[in-house]
């Protein structure tokens, strides 16, 4: 039997650009250029895996996003997922993470699934929640936040490293689950893939094909109101001397100075 | 006055910090309730009370240490539900934040995560966020549903503001899916007898720069002679120098200290995005053009072999 993967991932604004907001709030996308989130590209790796241990497996990588985002999709694709499904939709503007889940989880249980696998968090808004919303939403065991995954007979098992202890979790499918950058080295696309990418099949879905109204996502039907974005001010000019063999002292002095020692 | 869910984070009744700087916060908008879960649950009351909790709710069952999240959830919502608070505050860990967001899904509400202040609002709890590696500074504030926050470490005072603390026995009954993921094993992680790294008041950290696993013996000694926390740079978990959990960075912690000393650490956007909130940063490289020497207050261009030993020796004689 097919072992059904779907990716979820993120097309970012990069972040060694000149990341701001724009005069809405949202993020500003056209200044700065977008790629796939790095931190997902464990998770299509982590799925290409899966799938080759599996006797038949089909990967399938989702992203909700406006056009540029078929840039994410394809670099999935170019490493070796199988197809692509894209939810563009002018209403989705400034969607926050409630409403993209619920979008996310929708287009999932269209798409059919066995097993969901994300990333730890975006790079851009680094919440970190997206995976254990979309298991709650989708009514299915989260297993998050690993360092290790495999997947044998039905049931996921995987590591996960918390603050205060590391746990060996253990779920059935369906499940969703999200890797860290532990998790193992993402591939870079071969030149074959990045052909045979261009050939493979990229679904577009829009609001309606998922029944969502409009005011269920967007800016306005967001769950949460930004209100200000100010940008910080640069670090005033520190000292800085060069070591000639007193180095350690002078910093002892400063920080002495400063009431730490 | 309003009530605020407080979500206590603690290991075997010891309350962490960040829980007690919770509920510095919950004062400011409201009264602290707090929910304190599985074992050990009950020891934590009398600190919460120390600290403002009017009240207590307490809950211990198996399923919170079998089972992953979902447990905690259904207490979390079970308490909402009793208490119908005008906030739910959780500690930002990787665990709160997961907790805090299925609640919100549940009650309907929107989710703010890694707040590092909050003050009351004419709507509501406004919250301030870093965003960009700490190179934007928003106000949000949740517009529907009860709003569900989690708060990054060391971003409150801790005061003591003793209130009633009244313990009262939360019935959970746990949902369907409580039991879905496992925990078969536990490992806990092993103590070092420092700081926790998200906790620490001061942060002492290595990069590539470091050169060598048995090098961070240096980056310890100093840390030891601050009282401070060990983190390590991408580049020198990815070498294998350190391990991944005192990793900063963007896939790391994010780390806001009073004093972070970064050593042999270039200072790229990844690092930089964990912890360019730090009140007083100070940086060691032998690369004068390094991008760490534009965040710092003062940089010490020279060999970290040199300067960090002479550093420790000097900390170590001044606090005789």
């Known amino acids: 039997m097919s072992l059904r993967i779907v990716v979820c991932v993120k097309y970012v604004p990069d972040a060694t650009g000149d990341r701001h907001f724009a005069d809405d709030l949202t993020v500003d996308r056209d200044d700065v250029d977008g790629l796939l989130s790095e931190l997902d590209e464990y998770a299509v790796e982590q799925a290409l895996q899966i799938a080759e241990e599996a006797d038949d497996a089909e990967v399938t990588v989702l992203t909700v996003g406006p056009e540029d985002a078929k840039d994410a999709l394809r670099k999935a694709l170019s490493m070796g997922a199988d197809k692509a499904v894209h939810v563009e939709d002018d209403d989705l503007h400034g969607t926050d993470v409630m409403g993209t889940s619920l979008v996310l989880a929708k287009a999932i249980e269209k798409t059919g699934y066995d097993v969901v696998i994300a ?18 939403r989708l009514g299915v065991p989260q297993v998050t936040l690993l360092s290790e995954v495999s997947i044998e007979d039905g049931v996921v098992k995987g590591r996960r490293d918390g603050d205060t202890a590391s746990e060996q979790l253990e779920a059935s499918l369906p499940a969703v689950v999200s890797v860290t950058d532990q998790s193992g080295e993402a591939r870079y696309p071969s030149f074959k893939g990045i052909m045979a990418a261009k050939k493979k099949p990229v679904e577009s879905l829009d609001l309606s094909d998922l029944d969502i109204e409009a005011d269920e996502v967007g800016l306005e039907g967001s769950w949460t109101a930004v209100d200000s974005a100010t940008e910080r001010p640069a670090r005033t000019a520190g000292t800085i001397v060069k070591d000639e063999g007193e180095g350690g002292k002078q910093l002892a002095e400063f920080l002495a100075s400063q009431k730490f020692i | 006055m309003a009530e605020i869910l407080v979500y206590v984070d603690h290991v075997d009744g010891a309350v962490r910090k960040p829980t007690l700087e919770l509920l510095t916060l919950a004062r400011r908008i409201g009264e602290p309730v707090a929910v304190a879960l599985g074992n050990g649950a009950a020891d934590t009351a009398a600190v919460l009370a120390e600290h403002g909790a009017v009240k207590v709710l307490t809950a211990d069952a198996p399923e919170f240490a079998e089972y992953l999240v979902v447990p905690k959830v259904d207490a979390l919502q079970a308490a909402y539900e009793a208490v119908s608070p005008a906030a739910v505050l959780v500690p930002s860990s990787a665990e709160g934040k997961e907790i805090a967001a299925r609640l919100a899904v549940r009650i309907g509400s929107g989710i703010i995560t890694d707040a590092v202040d909050l003050e009351a609002g004419d709507e509501g709890p406004v919250a301030t966020q870093s965003a960009f590696a700490a190179s934007f500074t928003t106000k949000s504030r949740v517009s529907k549903g009860t709003p569900v926050i989690t708060v990054k470490p060391n971003s409150a005072p801790v005061e003591a503001a003793p209130a009633a603390g009244a313990v009262e026995t939360l019935a959970v009954s746990f949902s369907e899916k409580a039991q879905g993921t ?136 001044r606090k005789g």
């Open chain 1, 119 to 136: 990333g730890m968090a975006s790079t851009d808004g680094t919440m970190g929640v997206l995976p254990a919303i979309l298991a709650e």
């Open chain 2, 182 to 317: 496992k925990i078969v094993a536990r490992t806990p992680r092993e103590s070092t007898g420092r700081p926790e790294l998200t906790e620490a008041a001061i942060v002492v950290s290595g990069g590539r720069g470091v050169n060598g696993a048995e090098n961070f013996a240096i980056i310890e000694a100093l840390a030891d002679s601050l009282g401070a926390a060990v983190g390590a740079s991408r580049a020198a978990v990815d070498a294998g120098w350190y391990p991944h959990s005192n990793q900063v960075g963007q896939t790391g912690k994010s780390v806001s200290p009073q004093l972070y000393i970064a050593s042999g650490i270039s200072g790229a956007i990844q690092h930089r995005a964990g912890m360019q909130t730090s009140k007083t940063i100070v940086a060691i490289n032998k690369d004068a053009e390094a991008p760490i020497f534009e965040l710092v207050d003062y940089g010490v261009v020279g060999d970290l072999f040199d300067v960090v030993p002479q550093l420790t020796e000097e900390v170590k004689s």
